[in-house]
């Protein structure tokens, strides 16, 4: 069943990677503080995975979505 690990492994990114957007659009938590809420160790990696799925930052993300 490795196609169903597979599954569940993309499903819980997508999950984190929505969550990490909603969080940085409607909290003041910092960057860090979400990406070790979301489970990351190392803030830059999590930083490079946002960018990567998402094509900015974490940080230029919530200047452009912030609930003000």
Not at 6 to 15: I, V
Not at 22 to 49: K, M, N, P, Q
Request: aromatic share 8%; glycine share 8%.
């Amino acid at each position: 069943t490795p196609i169903l690990l597979l599954s569940a492994e993309l499903h819980a990114r997508h999950h984190r990677h929505g969550l990490a957007r909603r969080l940085l659009a409607h909290s003041r938590l910092d960057i860090a503080e979400i990406a070790y809420a979301l489970g990351y160790t190392d803030v830059s990696y999590f930083g490079r995975l946002f960018r990567r799925r998402c094509g900015s930052s974490p940080g230029q993300f919530r200047a452009r979505h912030a609930a003000h």
